[in-house]
């Protein structure tokens, strides 16, 4: 109530007073379709991927990183969240993906990632140059009927994370709730390795560090992971 409901609103049905001023809207929690998850399409997510959104924000958004909050304080959002949606009472996450070891780039590799670009039809909405200004984009909608905008590939780090790592996972995983599909049946992992691979090379731009910069430093989460498996 004191920190989530301005945007996300009491009920967790992303329609809080500031809801509406926001380009990108605020997550419903009612349905338990999140986007940043460790778990296959479709799937909830784990404590430990909501715990990572609230810890790390989402850049260029007004999700910002939840660090004046204790570690046990976003633990307790984080169940707290769960209570949004009956998903939670009667589903369980499926396991995680397996994320293999980061290949390293080369020419080679990057090539093969601009085919799967087009291959794999991510230019009909990111564009051709990964602008995401493609003619479909400005028709594309979230789950709530929402318009949405698809990320603009050039610029980074990207919301799910600032790794490569952050990247697969998303191309793997999808993102629940949107028009950005799971990639895991069409592609093989050298493939999505591929297709990080010339995300990253065309990533040449820096995004705003969130509202007037105030977003906070990366933390680790390791710690609170291994807490939440006991």
């Known amino acids: ?35 940043f998850r460790s778990t296959p399409s479709g799937s909830l997510p784990l404590d430990q991927d909501i715990f990572r959104t609230i810890s790390h924000g989402v850049r260029a958004t007004s999700m910002l990183a939840q660090l004046h909050l204790s570690e046990n304080e976003r633990s307790a959002v984080t169940e707290y969240l769960k209570t949004f949606s009956n998903r939670f009472k009667t589903e ?22 601009k085919t799967m670009y087009t291959d794999a039809g991510c230019n009909q909405c990111h564009g051709a140059e990964g602008k995401g200004n493609a003619p479909s984009a400005n028709q594309l909608k979230d789950e ?24 697969y996972r998303t191309i793997t995983t999808g993102l629940n709730g949107t028009p950005m599909p799971s990639y895991a049946d069409a592609l093989g992992p050298k493939e999505r390795w591929a297709l990080v691979s010339y995300i990253l090379s065309i990533a040449t731009r820096e995004k705003p560090r969130g ?11 390791g710690n609170h992971a291994e807490a939440i498996k006991q």
């Open 144 to 167: 709530s009927g929402n318009p949405i905008v698809p990320t603009d590939l050039t610029l980074k780090p990207f919301k799910s994370g600032p790794g490569p790592e952050d990247l």
């Open 1 to 35: 109530l004191e920190n989530c409901a301005a945007c996300h609103g009491q009920k967790g049905d992303g329609k809080g007073p500031e809801a509406s001023r926001l380009k990108t809207k605020p997550r419903d929690f009612t349905t338990g379709n999140y986007k």
């Open 211 to 221: 509202m007037m910069g105030l977003v906070g430093e990366e933390v680790e989460l």
């Open 92 to 113: 369980k996450p499926l396991q995680p993906i397996a994320i293999p070891a980061v290949p390293a780039s080369s020419r080679d590799l990057i090539t093969l990632g």
